[in-house]
């Protein structure tokens, strides 16, 4: 049974709605605002993909945008995602990756695999997203095999003025964003975790010439010891 698209099971729907991952509003703006920019994104998230191998986990996976650009020497790709209105667009996309690609309602903090079972962990997008950071991280080196590597694209605090502006407007922000916060300092949290970078790079990604709260980006890679 479904009441304006929101699957109704033995679980009552207002159960679902207090539940902090499910956003019905800003899942169908997000799901609008990455197909308008996947062309605009679609490079950052090949550059993020390539030269993986193996079995990957994606976490946050959305709607399954970066599933078109897994390269074909990975073997497995399990994409968690705990907002149902994204992950049935997900489960959806999900033929992209030709079997490769299963589908789990989970969240990052809690991960659904065994210690060391991945080759490869991918962030894009959601470590401004997800409550804490920190025990996804911790939960994401748990996962990954010694050796195995992060690959992440995330929006992050910016410097300056720009950086003032995030840091003040985070209280509004996740409230419009499902959580999302601006002012981020994601490659720091990433090295706190204890992961070793191999290579990071920043960019901006604004609207025409206009920079925004969520322009400042890293894209890189790190290794868990
Ligand atoms: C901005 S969207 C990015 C989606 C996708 N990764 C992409 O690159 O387009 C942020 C995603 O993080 C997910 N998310 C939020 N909290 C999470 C958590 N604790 N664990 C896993 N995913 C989470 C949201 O449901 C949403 O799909």
Same mark, same amino acid.
């Given at each position: 049974?479904?009441?304006?698209?929101?699957?109704?099971?033995?679980?009552?729907?207002?159960?679902?709605?207090?539940?902090?991952?499910?956003?019905?509003?800003?899942?169908?703006?997000?799901?609008?605002?990455?197909?308008?920019?996947?062309?605009?994104?679609?490079?950052?998230?090949?550059?993020?993909?390539?030269?993986?191998?193996?079995?990957?986990?994606?976490?946050?996976?959305?709607?399954?945008?970066?599933?078109?650009?897994?390269?074909?020497?990975?073997?497995e790709i399990v994409a968690i995602e705990p907002e149902p209105?994204?992950?049935? #667009?997900?489960?959806?996309?999900?033929?992209? @990756?030709? *079997? $490769?690609?299963?589908? %789990?309602?989970?969240?990052?903090?809690? +991960?659904?695999?065994?210690?060391?079972?991945?080759?490869?962990?991918?962030?894009?997008?959601?470590?401004?997203?997800?409550?804490?950071p920190a025990a996804a991280l911790a939960e994401i080196r748990?996962?990954?095999?010694?050796?195995?590597? #992060?690959?992440?694209?995330?929006?992050?605090? @910016?410097? *300056? $003025?720009?950086?003032? %502006?995030?840091?003040?407007?985070?209280? +509004?922000?996740?409230?419009?964003?499902?959580?999302?916060?601006?002012?981020?300092?994601t490659l720091a949290a990433i090295k706190e975790a204890g992961?070793?970078?191999?290579?990071?790079?920043?960019?901006?990604?604004?609207?025409?010439?206009?920079?925004?709260?969520?322009?400042?980006?890293?894209?890189?890679?790190?290794?868990?010891?």
């Open positions: 049974m479904e009441v304006a698209g929101i699957g109704v099971g033995p679980e009552p729907v207002i159960i679902r709605f207090m539940s902090t991952h499910v956003h019905p509003i800003f899942a169908r703006v997000y799901r609008a605002l990455s197909v308008a920019t996947a062309d605009q994104i679609a490079p950052h998230r090949q550059e993020l993909l390539a030269g993986l191998s193996g079995r990957v986990m994606e976490v946050g996976c959305g709607n399954g945008l970066n599933f078109e650009h897994y390269p074909e020497s990975v073997d209105y994204l992950r049935g #667009l997900a489960e959806e996309h999900a033929e992209v @990756g030709g *079997g $490769r690609i299963t589908i %789990v309602d989970a969240e990052a903090e809690m +991960l659904p695999a065994e210690d060391d079972s991945f080759d490869a962990v991918v962030c894009s997008l959601v470590l401004c997203s997800i409550a804490d748990r996962v990954l095999r010694p050796g195995g590597e #992060l690959r992440y694209y995330e929006h992050v605090l @910016g410097d *300056g $003025r720009l950086g003032s %502006v995030q840091n003040r407007i985070d209280w +509004l922000w996740p409230r419009m964003g499902g959580g999302c916060h601006c002012n981020r300092d992961f070793e970078v191999e290579k990071s790079r920043e960019m901006s990604l604004d609207i025409g010439r206009v920079r925004t709260p969520v322009s400042p980006h890293i894209l890189g890679q790190a290794v868990s010891p």
